[in-house]
């Protein structure tokens, strides 16, 4: 993927890498948010919302292929910049391997080799999976109400396909809260 010159590089910190994954409405941005208030650091939030809200306010058209690029590099952007100013951990409201799997949803199993590489180069510490027990809220981007059970399926799925250990989070908001906090208060405590 070609980098663009204005992106910022990585900040070689030691940082608990935290990535909130899953399905749309399931809270990912709220957590990433109140977890890094809580633990006084930095978030990075979901470019590829932004980048298509933007779009549908616009024009109202929705995602298309061409897309996937610019839409991944804003989220390395973002990743980088909160990884600059983070302090101890920093939280990812999802990252490219949500797009990858979007990507292959959305366009019967097609995800840009770019995207496909940088997902296999980069690494983080924690997986969040949210499950889809808490309600939908519809928005200008979100379409699949009705089929919340099979994309969490799809999700997960993705993270067993990588190999990535993950731990779901379940249950009302101030449950998920609660367990994450005490989930990275210990790995915070413990580090590898």
Request: glycine share 4%; hydrophobic share 35%; charged share 30%.
């Amino acid at each position: 993927m070609e980098k663009n010159n204005q992106q910022p590089k990585p900040s070689g910190k030691d940082l608990l890498k935290v990535v909130f994954f899953g399905p749309e409405s399931t809270g990912k941005t709220t957590l990433a948010n109140d977890l890094a208030v809580h633990f006084n650091t930095t978030w990075a939030a979901e470019y590829m919302r932004e980048y298509l809200q933007k779009k549908w306010d616009i024009s109202k058209e929705t995602c298309k292929k061409e897309d996937l690029i610019p839409i991944a590099q804003g989220q390395m952007k973002n990743e980088a910049f909160a990884e600059i100013c983070a302090n101890k951990v920093v939280f990812y409201d999802t990252n490219l391997l949500q797009l990858k799997v979007y990507s292959e949803v959305y366009y019967n199993g097609y995800c840009p080799p770019e995207i496909e590489k940088e997902v296999t180069s980069r690494t983080y510490d924690i997986y969040f999976l949210l499950y889809i027990d808490i309600p939908w809220e519809a928005d200008d981007l979100r379409d699949k109400p009705n089929d919340r059970e099979a994309m969490f399926q799809i999700f997960e799925e993705a993270l067993k396909i990588k190999n990535i250990s993950y731990i779901t989070l379940k249950g009302a908001y101030s449950k998920r809260l609660e367990t994450a906090k005490t989930i990275l208060e210990n790995a915070l405590k413990n580090p590898k």
